[in-house]
Each structure stands twice: as C-alpha cells, then as structure tokens.
C-alpha cells in the first residue's frame, strides 16, 4: 500500500524530496559526528556551514511547494480530522528554516573548540529528529488522505518542543 502508483501524483513527488532530504540530513548528521580526522576545526564548520546551507536552500523550496501544492487541503477535505495536523505541520515550516539559521550563523560565529562542536552537533541531531517525524506524519497523511485510513490521530502536538 505505499507504493508511490497508490499515492496522488503530487504527493509522489513530495515522498521522493522526503526520500532526498533524508539523505542529505543523514549525510550532515554523520558528518557532525564522524568528522574528518585530517581537517582542522575550522574546516570542519566551513565544510558543515556549507552543507546546511544546503540544507536550508532545499528546505526552503520542499516547504514552499508543500505549502502552495494544495495537497495537505486536499487530503483534509477527504478526511476533516486531519486539519489540526495540518495546521501543525504549516507551523513548523517556518520554525524549521529558523532553527536551521540559528544554527549556521552560531557555528560561523563560534570558536569551534571540541565541546562547542559536541553541541551543535547534539543541536542537529535534535532538530533532524524533529524533521523526520514531521515528514513521517507528512508521509501518513498522503497515505491516509488519498488511500488507506491508518487511523492516523493529531490530537496532541508533535514532539517536535518536547526534546
Ligand atoms: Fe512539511
Ligand atoms: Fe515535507
């Protein structure tokens, strides 16, 4: 049931940029925790300032097209109970692309000692966490909203604050 011919097409493509964020947001993650050896600190954060500047810039162009698709308001008239978790899942847009600023312009401004590489790299980890369980819920909703009902319930937030 979740192959992408059961799915609407626009959500297809919206699982395929999930598929594509994912490997990019696990290739920065190991990244933070397995860094070069032969690099210096300092290269470390201008390698990893690039990356998540990567990041950012595919974020930004997944969530607009989210946002203007009309396939999280299509899901929701087929199935009225998902409007809270869609009105969430808008919320975070935003929220995300701020977080991940946050954390570029702190590892630019940052003397990156060991421990302060130790946190940002914690920082991202909680942040990637976040993104996945909304994709994950993204994911649900194109499945539920267009095919299967999962039983999928958006009563309480995401956990996204609660790490
Ligand atoms: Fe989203
Ligand atoms: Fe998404």
Redesign the pocket.
């Known amino acids: 049931m979740s192959h992408d011919e059961h799915i609407h097409p626009i959500g297809a493509h919206i699982q395929r940029q999930h598929h594509e964020l994912q490997r990019l947001v696990r290739g920065i993650g190991h990244f933070f925790m397995h860094p070069p050896v032969d690099a210096s600190l300092d290269d470390r954060s201008t390698q990893v300032c690039e990356m998540l500047a990567q990041l950012r810039h595919n974020l930004a162009d997944h ?1 607009s097209q ?1 946002d203007d698709c009309g396939f999280m308001e299509e899901a929701v008239a087929r199935l009225p109970r998902l409007g809270s978790c869609v009105l969430m ?1 808008e919320k ?2 935003p929220e995300f692309l701020s977080e991940l600023d946050h954390l570029i312009l702190s590892v630019k401004a940052e003397q990156m000692t060991a421990e302060a590489w130790g946190r940002r790299a914690d920082e991202f980890a909680r942040f990637a966490q976040a993104l996945f369980e ?2 994950d819920i ?1 994911n649900q909703i194109l499945q539920e909203g267009f095919n299967d009902d999962l039983g999928l319930e958006c009563d309480k937030p995401l956990t996204k604050d609660e790490t």
Do not use: V
């Open positions: 969530f989210e899942l975070q847009h909304h994709e993204e």
